[in-house]
C-alpha cells in the first residue's frame, strides 16, 4: 500500500481489537537510491495483543520492505508486507479456567485471525486493490480540479504515450517491411489465381489470409 493508505491500515489493525501491536526486525538491510531508502527485511514478526474476542498473542511472520522518502521527514512511500506463516497463542491460565467447559474450550481453539490479520484489515485491504491504483486520479483532480471522466482520460492518454511512444520508432522499420512482404506475397497470389485453376486459387487465399492474420 501506498503513502496515503498506511495510516487507514493501522486505525483498521485497532478497530479489529488489537490493543498492542509492534514489529521485531532481524538483519534488516537498508539501501539508498537518488530520492529514497528501501528497508529489506527477510526476517520480520509482526506482534499483535488481541484483547477481544478472547485475550490471543498472534505472531506473524514475513518479509517487511518499506521505501521511505529521501528528506528530514522521512516518510514512508510504500509498505509491502508478505506473510509467510503465523501463530495464535492463548495464555495456559485462561486455558485452566474453562478446563472443565468444553464449549469454551472450542471457542478457544478457533482461530481469531486469516493469517494474523483480523477482517476489519482484510476488508480494508480488498478496498485497498481498488483505490492504490486510483491514486493518480484522485490527486489529478485536486491539482486540476478536472471531472473525473477527464481525469480518466488524461491519465489514461498520458500512461499510453508512456508505454507505446519511446518503443514505437525502432519498431517501426519491421512492420512497414512486414506490409510490404504481406502486399507483395497478396500480389503474386493473385497474380497465379488468374493463371491456375480455381482449387489452388482458393488455397492461396486461404493461405494469405492466414499470412495476414499471423502477422498481424
Excluded at 46 to 65: A, D, N
Aim: glycine share 4%.
Amino acid at each position: 500500500i501506498g503513502r496515503t493508505l498506511i495510516p487507514r491500515y493501522f486505525s483498521t489493525v485497532f478497530e479489529g481489537g488489537v490493543t498492542d501491536l509492534y514489529y521485531i526486525l532481524k538483519h534488516s538491510k537498508e539501501s539508498y537510491h537518488n530520492s529514497s531508502i528501501t528497508v529489506d527485511c527477510d526476517q520480520c514478526t509482526m506482534v499483535t495483543q488481541h484483547g477481544k474476542p478472547m485475550f490471543t498473542k498472534v505472531c506473524t511472520e514475513g518479509r517487511l520492505i518499506l521505501e521511505f522518502t529521501f528528506d528530514d521527514l522521512m516518510r514512508i512511500k510504500t509498505w509491502h508486507f508478505t506473510i509467510r506463516q503465523y501463530r495464535e497463542l492463548v495464555p495456559r491460565s485462561i486455558l485452566a479456567m474453562h478446563a472443565q467447559d468444553p464449549q469454551v474450550l472450542e471457542q478457544l481453539s478457533k482461530n481469531i485471525t486469516r493469517m494474523g490479520l483480523t477482517n476489519f484489515t482484510l476488508n480494508y485491504l480488498r478496498l485497498c486493490v481498488i483505490l492504490e491504483p486510483m491514486q493518480e486520479l484522485m490527486s489529478r483532480h485536486k491539482t486540476y480540479n478536472l471531472s473525473p471522466r477527464d481525469c480518466l482520460k488524461t491519465c489514461l492518454f498520458q500512461k499510453w504515450q508512456r508505454m507505446v511512444a519511446p518503443p514505437a520508432e525502432p519498431t517501426r522499420q519491421p512492420t512497414t517491411k512486414r506490409r510490404k512482404r504481406k502486399n507483395s506475397t497478396s500480389s503474386t497470389s493473385n497474380s497465379s489465381a488468374g493463371n491456375n485453376a480455381n482449387s489452388t486459387n482458393s488455397k492461396k487465399k486461404s493461405a494469405a489470409a492466414n499470412l495476414s492474420l499471423s502477422s498481424q
